[in-house]
């Protein structure tokens, strides 16, 4: 099994910063992509930012440049750096994380999230 733990959400004003992170535990023989969505009330869960274990990055258009993820492999920890906050980057944040268990079966597992609110 694995588990993954979310903390650092939180309210915020338009412009502030937060900073999330996500532990993943378990029997996790490698953990291969890492990355964080989003859902704002009344609308799907929506791609954010992905990192990979050699720390390549994605991020969706409406991030990029304010958000920055990052990863400690030692500690299969996954961050998420948030910057210039709108009100509209208000939802409920969710890390998602892929690898491979010592029982070499594949794994893919969600956070329970964590809500980030931003007042305008």
């Known amino acids: 099994q694995v588990q993954l733990v979310e903390s650092g959400g939180g309210l915020v004003q338009a412009g502030g910063s937060l900073r999330l992170s996500c532990a993943a535990s378990g029997s996790i023989f490698s953990i291969r992509a890492m990355g964080w969505y989003r859902q704002a009330p009344g609308k799907q869960r929506e791609f954010v930012a992905t990192i990979s274990r050699g720390g390549s990055t994605n991020y969706a258009d409406s991030v990029k440049g304010r958000f920055t993820a990052s990863r400690d492999n030692a500690k299969n920890t996954v961050y998420l750096q948030m910057n210039s906050l709108k009100p509209e980057d208000t939802a409920v944040y969710y890390c998602?994380?892929?690898?491979?268990?010592?029982?070499?079966?594949?794994?893919?597992?969600w956070g329970q999230g964590a809500q980030v609110t931003v007042s305008s």
């Open positions: 998602n994380v892929e690898g491979v268990m010592v029982t070499l079966q594949t794994f893919g597992v």
